[in-house]
């Protein structure tokens, strides 16, 4: 079961979201629809945050969003240079998160 049409807002402490972010760091210049990350049935987001200071200025960030039944976040996990167990190298004004998009079912383990 996919949610569909609900038009939510996400920011600092708004539609569920508890993460922490800066004004200046472009929380959401992108946004992917996502797939069913979790397993719960309801689809999630990717949310870039491109000029996200993570161990450096403007290195950017990816934020997984994981929704529920209304669109709200119930939970979330960022992928930075100093969060997330990512492994690439990040510089200065890489801007990760600069455009994001679903892969799918990568590892064909049905989510």
Excluded: P, Q
Aim: proline share 0%.
């Amino acid at each position: 079961m996919f949610v569909h049409n609900i038009s939510v807002e996400f920011g600092a402490a708004t539609g569920g979201f508890t993460g922490t972010i800066a004004a200046s760091n472009e929380f959401g210049n992108s946004v992917s629809n996502g797939f069913n990350l979790n397993g719960d049935g309801f689809r999630d987001l990717f949310v870039g945050c491109r000029y996200d200071d993570d161990g450096g200025y403007n290195r950017g960030a990816v934020f997984s969003l994981f929704l529920d039944n209304t669109g709200m976040a119930l939970s979330h996990r960022k992928i930075s240079d100093t969060v997330g167990s990512f492994t690439a190298w990040f510089d200065d004004e890489d801007h990760f998160g600069n455009d994001v998009a679903s892969a799918g079912d990568m590892d064909l383990d049905g989510v």
